[in-house]
């Protein structure tokens, strides 16, 4: 089953805008990370946040977490067409084991 | 290291035939993890591995699916027989530490039987 859910399903932007990406989760984490997809490859590890943590950045992404609202947000500034890709949030549950990850986001960024 | 590496990269398949899938983790992870992909469902973990012992295949959706680990440095998923609603992406990942640190994944394994 699903855990997360992202929002929106997709999103198309101009390169150098910024793109924000939702995510929703039902129970209690450990930690959230965020991942990208690129049109027939594997997943690619972005980011890591967890429980006790609020924001965090690296490079040009900035991930935000609210435990109270059970959500998190990932934006991309300046975006590139190279950022083109599907953007998953996953989640390891108090009591899981692995991951569990979310529907995802189709990002386009037009050159 | 090379990564996570899995083959084969394409599998086509007919319906009724044993499927074997193969996965080498990053040396030194002790964690390895088979997820399956598809369009109605999203990335679903079948079953994971910790320093080669099985510990959850509760995501194995049924028992025509196993998972092997005879070693540390190498992985097997076996779909026999293989049915035409077991096309998906499949992608094996490993990682340190269970979910504490990041997985990395390998390329897949697209699979089609017709």
């Known amino acids: 089953s699903q855990q997360g859910e992202e929002d929106p399903q997709a999103l198309s932007i101009q390169e150098g805008e910024n793109a924000t990406m939702n995510c929703s989760y039902k129970?209690?984490?450990?930690?959230l990370q965020w991942y990208r997809q690129n049109s027939g490859r594997g997943l690619v590890h972005l980011i890591l946040i967890r429980s006790n943590e609020r924001e965090k950045h690296s490079g040009r992404l900035r991930v935000t977490l609210d435990t109270s609202k059970k959500s998190s947000s990932l934006l991309i500034t300046a975006s590139r067409a190279a950022d083109t890709a599907s953007y998953f949030c996953?989640?390891?549950?108090?009591?899981?084991?692995?991951?569990?990850f979310g529907s995802g986001t189709r990002l386009q960024v037009q050159p | 290291d090379a990564g996570v590496i899995q083959s084969p990269r394409h599998e086509v398949t007919e319906m009724g035939q044993e499927v074997t899938l193969r996965c080498k983790p990053i040396?030194?992870?002790?964690?390895l993890f088979w997820y399956r992909q598809t369009m109605m469902r999203g990335l679903e973990l079948l079953i994971y591995f910790n320093n080669n012992v099985p510990i959850d295949d509760s995501g194995m959706p049924e028992d025509r699916f196993s998972a092997k680990m005879p070693n540390a440095s190498f992985s097997t998923l076996k779909i026999q027989p293989s049915e035409p609603r077991d096309s998906a992406v499949y992608f094996c990942?490993?990682?340190?530490?269970?979910?504490?640190?990041?997985?990395?994944f390998g390329s897949g394994t697209r699979l089609t039987v017709v």
């Open positions: 040396s030194g992870h002790d964690y």
């Open positions: 996953a989640t390891l549950d108090t009591g899981r084991r692995a991951l569990t």
């Open positions: 990942a490993s990682s340190m530490i269970r979910g504490f640190d990041g997985y990395t």
């Open positions: 129970t209690s984490i450990n930690n």
